[in-house]
């Protein structure tokens, strides 16, 4: 089985411009997690999706960051306008959801997106 | 408020040893997750327990409920082992994952 798909694997740009960044979670997984990671902060919980419904985005740093799951295999997170801060390891996870407690399935990690943004 | 710490934050081992990273956390916990990060920066789940001891290989992860504190041993430790270990823990079922910083683990042949 294909594991979770992330792209682009690096991504550079200039502050200001739109970046979007592309999840495929696993076949008939059902939840999906966008997490972000930098030195100073180590992993952080942006946005989760569960039957492509957004459940809990409080971890979305502010209005310059979006995410959707138009259907069960696809997903995006959109920063727009990027910031030099927003430079960090983007990954997406995806794990099933059969028994109401997000938090307790394992989570399968894809191998994210480096982004760099100047 | 909920937290996540980790220790050793660094570890050096020869090969074969048997190694011991501790995680401990603020309150009851629903579920503890242990992840491993290559240094190529892939993520890996290991472990999601919320009570006992489970084993993979030579990864074991342990839980002590009443102490608030979990274990992740690797037995026969070999430089593949290398990497990054993070424990991360859920309060509830609906609350967010909280991370640990992580221990770097490097295994030397």
């Known amino acids: 089985d294909a594991g979770v798909i992330q792209s682009p694997r690096h991504e550079v740009t200039e502050m200001g411009q739109e970046v979007t960044l592309r999840c495929k979670p696993i076949?008939?997984?059902?939840?999906l997690f966008w997490y972000r990671q930098t030195m100073m902060r180590g992993l952080e919980l942006l946005i989760y999706f569960n039957n492509n419904v957004p459940i809990d985005d409080s971890g979305m740093p502010e209005d310059r960051f979006s995410a959707k799951m138009p259907n069960a295999s696809f997903s995006t997170l959109k920063i727009q306008p990027s910031e030099p801060r927003d430079s960090a390891v983007y990954f997406c996870?995806?794990?099933?959801?059969?028994?109401?407690?997000?938090?307790?399935?394992?989570?399968?990690f894809g191998p994210g997106t480096r982004l760099l943004v100047l | 408020k909920n937290e996540v710490e980790q220790s050793p934050q660094n570890l050096t081992a020869q090969e074969g040893e048997f190694i011991t990273i501790n995680c401990s956390y603020s309150v009851g916990i629903s579920a503890l997750h242990w992840l491993q990060q290559h240094p190529g920066g892939g993520i890996v789940s290991l472990f999601m327990l919320s009570s006992g001891k489970k084993k993979h290989g030579r990864l074991i992860a342990t839980i002590n409920i009443q102490e608030k504190h979990s274990s992740l041993h690797i037995t026969a430790s070999h430089p593949r082992d290398s990497a990054v270990y993070i424990c991360a823990a859920s309060w509830s079922s609906g609350d967010k994952l909280t991370f640990g910083t992580g221990t770097r683990l490097a295994v030397r042949p």
């Open positions: 996870a995806s794990s099933r959801f059969p028994r109401g407690a997000p938090y307790q399935e394992t989570q399968y």
């Open positions: 076949s008939g997984h059902n939840s």
